[in-house]
């Protein structure tokens, strides 16, 4: 929960993310219900920066890096064949890396700055491109009236957020995509769909902003997106040789393993350390990132034991990643219990997304990119509208109904679904005009290792 | 000379090399293989996708003796290597017209 | 050390741990003198929380998590053989999750709540069932008298506990036991052994607490309970098929490598966290958690240079984790050469256990988790008596003497024996006759990743 | 960028390192400067331990850690053949374990205590051998007058400093050397290089700490000084068995990854944590250490594919931190532009100095440390007096300029050059005519495994 | 009775299986082995030592058969195993003097 | 036709190799293996258990060729493959019926 007093209500309805920067503004206008609390605030111009915050959110930003680099390279990895599985490791780590350049140069500034009159409500503006005016004694509103972090924590924080997202992608077109297409797609896709949909639905003059959606650590944003970019991917990369007849089996579940762990344990920053602030709504939204995916890693499990007989590790790692997922939106706003209950339902349909509807549809998804994070951010975007609800033990606030909550959350998937959907389609279709996709039938047989890094992974 | 050549289960080595040193053969090679016959194989799940896996881990053994105790070799990797379940491995032998120790240039009975 | 004034000597002479809810209560009888110190304490009503401490017990949440998904799993999962590497994984990550739901449900409540007046010393209540009462708000003390933390943080770190101690018994039955049955076991420990003991040692109405006993952060509570639980269900279980005979050889040293190095990580929030505050004392527990393993290590590899001629990696790792074990009681009562000897003692006896005793004794304890964890727990019990003296450096405060400290350790070594002997060896007896313990002979061959999970761990 | 206000400048323009513990003296002669800015500190006479700082400092400690074990040692394991694996392990997990325990008993002593009159601008002195006089409560200043952090925490971080740095060098005789003669000389190049080195730089009355060069994170304390004992230590040992003709192909460059994933993790700690204090500083210092290694390994890629036609993993790798080594003196003093550019000239020169110089040289320095460490900390060092120009965007502070500053960094390199040159030449000698260096022929042809530890890494 | 060993490119494994299996043989062994020959290998660059590596991963079968069906086998084998590109690999016979299955003791014609 | 099968120490390997290719042969297959003979073997000791491992690697070169130069081969090899240390490995000689190359089709002389 970011905000800690209940005159806030009509800022807390809105996805709380949007406020970071602008808050100050909005809050402007119910200062006088916070004088009642804290009269310190009203005479106070220059916002107070708590050492532990900023130790919280210096912190929960190298946990998001753990996340990427190795956790979500490994998840991904042990999931492919051994002849490639460095190019995922080597997509994730480059995807990582020429993100964080791309960000500080202009990521930033149009994601998180005013853009002109006419379309600032889909895009930033160039005020702060090479992080210009951003320096050690700047700072960024948390959602506490008064309370900020230096704005370079902010801007590391969000770089982090940024640049996971198209390193979750490549999990969709694994071992068969051109590394180089990749590289020009990441540049492309973060610039025409990540950063349009980061500047409509975190920052305040943001055309997503204002339906008011709950998305408390990039549900959206992050895995909405990805998953859905990864699915047109996949369709358009086409499937790799042999699949649906050969055994695609993963080269090392220790290392899926490995990475799954490491990608729980990075996601408390990327969840608990979006309240921003290191207060007892951090601690929930770090609890619920505990309960949310146990819950789903047993539900998964529990199913597969019905079904197959035998509960799987492969099972129960991929089902708690569907309920980090699934949480991710909802993490500071469901009470413990809605956590749970969250996190047995992602599990439950992730598991037949997999299973089921995959292959019932044919297309060749190769990490379950658009199963695990696609369907499961939508569980959990439209779960956040219900287990939010102070009713049911959730810390949403306001007039707070279910039913125009759930309305509210189903708009703000559509149009994501939508901006990705189109967008990802054009931007891979230029990069497959001018550097193509897909490796050559070659370089596919032999693995991408050898044919796009001259290395193999190892040699015992 | 014969390079009698047994495919067994994993877990047999030891007392299969223990029967062949009672018989007074010292020196063998073992090669990791995977076996397709009869016995049946398992099934691997892998987020639903299940793979039928028929090929399964057996060991390969060559040994090169001398002609006339084949047949007790033969006899005591039989006997070493049965379990009495399907999967136990075949034993094949196969002339062989010399062999030469590398680190001295022995050759035949003398290099075995 | 977790209490920062001389004036409350009479209370750091208990187990720090204890005070975590109830500490206020207890104040209040010394409040005068705590006021010569800080008379702001006095007019202060409710409890200050610090954004640091806060942070910090996130953080230290974190790391217990990471010291258990991946740390434990692959420190285990190592030591196996290929077949049963999934196994090993899956148990740990399986029992985390369970653990983390049961926690929330009724866990909590029974450890860290009143009970009846009856057997209130033995159980707490239901009070805080389905965590019932607890919000953003709520906060529980420190050792501090007027500094708290959000309640959420202290019920999530003291999770994270609950959560590692039945996954550490998994090693000793390791390669033999049903995957349900270590389900159906960890739900019946958890419930009729972790959580009476909890509450008896940490809980100010337990019978443990009045004691007196040091444990700064759960050398019986964790090691010596999940340590002797092992043991008997070695013993239970029986050896496996080939022990003695064949060569049942780590197939992973490196991954046992990287599970023991995440341990020693994780183990700073694990050991440094229990002080609950942010101070010079978590840095003491910090740096002894850093020297008693270091020297742990150094001694187990010198003896074994003595008697083989050869240090080994296994070996500097395995006495780390028994330094680790040791100092875990006397992490913030120890000074620095005190968790040097600690750490020398410990390594050179779990040498002996691991390598002389359990030979000699013949019971298959497959990754010694008697031999370091029941052992390596009793030595830092008994020690935590001596090293703790303000003589030698320690930080044990009031009229300490070392004769009556190890004298009440012992007895509460005793205790812990005796509850979890004897409460393990039932339940294990009810897992055998419901579900059965040990897995087939031929799941056992074939290795209980296909037989069980119908997984494999490689494909290379 | 430690220090927060513009009237610091002239300790500013100094190595902040220096200033840690005797900043105190120093800041009394500019008081009345400061006074302006917050007239508090003038009546404040023991200085305020923030707990936002100790958490930060705390983990940024255990960051260190997590970065050489097991980051480093994955690192450098991967790296090496299967048979050498455990070597490498068990050789950075010793030098941890022996270099912790020689620190708390004479380590810090020599290294931060006034030493004698003769050569105290050398060495310090034995007054706090076994840590005398540090307890719970004695502290360390930081850069920010009045504010200081517990003196465990500082001593617990400086530690990691001490135990990563030779750890840094095994990579260079790697795959040869005797395992006893790896023990023996890390004790006398901590004793005989190290301190001496730490002291003359970051003690106040040390001999370089005069000459004003800007160090932020220990650019040549810990990168040029391991850089070039590895190179003498690589020509000394010889080149291994098979150099320059058989295949020594790294045995798992996915370890490797994992290693370079979890050094840049653990750097943040390194860089961002010598800040000492959480704040805008702080988070400059972890930006510029997400973007020079970014910009490094792409740099190092780009010039690869430039010239042999393909992106090797390994290759953005080792460009990734040969930026972490460049940006380590510059973290808090470059801007985030020159962060980037700094990264990607540390790419290209480590490119070359790798790919081309070693080979025409002709030395077997086995995992570059010269040539990462080495090449990189002078290319960090010498760029630090450039990247940290006020007029180019960076913090370096007080009359600033460019030409001046380059000299002071060139000087400081030379003496660190000379002085961890002969020092290490003499102790490598000393060690041979002792205990030898060379593993035996067989032992290296068996692999160091078997032959020193007697374990073998892997029995899949 | 013979033995065919065939050496092929790892990713024919199940087309020849199959092809065998409609022949009626119903066993086979496989192993994992590295091929050096006119198929030229490629170059790995570690740090920029460049290793040019001319063994190439094939697998090797081994199928003991009447000598009846032999060219039957070859021919089965080589139409699976073929691309046309250099390295498809080879096939030997070898004389198969007697074989016996571990399990039954069966010998010869019946062990296969 | 012959195949010439040496067992032989894995860092021979590229030695021998250029020594058949010296002769004109210019394909063979290599598979590891683990050896048992004479050389003994080491302790390896985990937590205290200690193993005696007497299975060593070793890598199994397999080699077709015309019978007219197996003695230069057998030669070639021990050249290249002796050390001259207990261990050195062993060469067997098997006759070879019959060989064809995949992708062509071409039979004995001409596969190899
Ligand atoms: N015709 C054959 N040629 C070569 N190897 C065979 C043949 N038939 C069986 N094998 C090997 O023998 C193993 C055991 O055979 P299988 O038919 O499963 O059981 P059994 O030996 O009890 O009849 C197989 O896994 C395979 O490795
Ligand atoms: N003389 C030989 N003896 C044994 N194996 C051989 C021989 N020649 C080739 N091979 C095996 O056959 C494989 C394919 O041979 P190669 O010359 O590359 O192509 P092709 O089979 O198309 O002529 C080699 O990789 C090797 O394993
Ligand atoms: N009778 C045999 N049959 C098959 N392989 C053998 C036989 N004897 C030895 N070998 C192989 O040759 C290798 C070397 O043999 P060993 O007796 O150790 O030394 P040497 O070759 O010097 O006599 C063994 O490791 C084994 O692989």
Partial sequence: MPCDTRSLSLVRSLNPMKLRLNLATILGGIGLALMAFDPAFAQDAAPTVNKGDTTWMLISTILVILMTIPGLALFYGGLVRTKNMLSLLMQVFSVFSLVAILWVIYGYSLAFSTGSESIGAFIGGFSKVFLAGVTTDSTADTFTKGVAIPEFTFLAFQLTFAAITPALIVGAFAERIKFKAVMLFTFLWLTFVYLPIAHMVWFSEGYLFKLGALDFAGGTVVHINSGVAGLIGALLVGKRIGYGRDLLAPHSLTLTFVGACLLWVGWFGFNAGSNLEATGGAALALLNTILAPAAAGLAWTAVESFEKGKASLLGIASGAVAGLVAITPAAGLAGPMGAIVLGLVAGVVCYFAVTTVKNALGYDDALDVFGIHGIGGIVGAIGTGIVAAPSLGGYGAGEYTIAGQVWTQFIAVVVTLLWTGIGSLILYKIVDLTLGLRATYEAEREGLDLADHGERAYNY | ?112
Same sequence: chains 1, 3, 4.
């Fill in chain 2, 1 to 112: 000379m014969k390079i009698v050549m047994a495919v067994i289960k994993p877990f047999k080595l030891e007392e299969v090399r223990d029967a062949l040193t009672s018989l007074g053969v010292h020196g063998l090679t073992v090669t990791e293989v995977k076996g397709y016959g009869r016995q049946k194989g398992h099934t691997e799940i892998y987020r639903g996708a299940e793979y039928a896996v028929s090929f399964l881990p057996k060991l390969k053994i060559e040994v090169a003796v001398p002609t006339e105790i084949v047949p007790k070799v033969i006899e005591g990797i039989t006997l070493a290597a049965r379990t009495g379940q399907i999967g136990d491995g075949k034993i094949f032998v196969v002339p062989l017209e010399k062999a030469v120790r590398i680190r001295t240039g022995e050759a035949d009975a003398d290099a075995l």
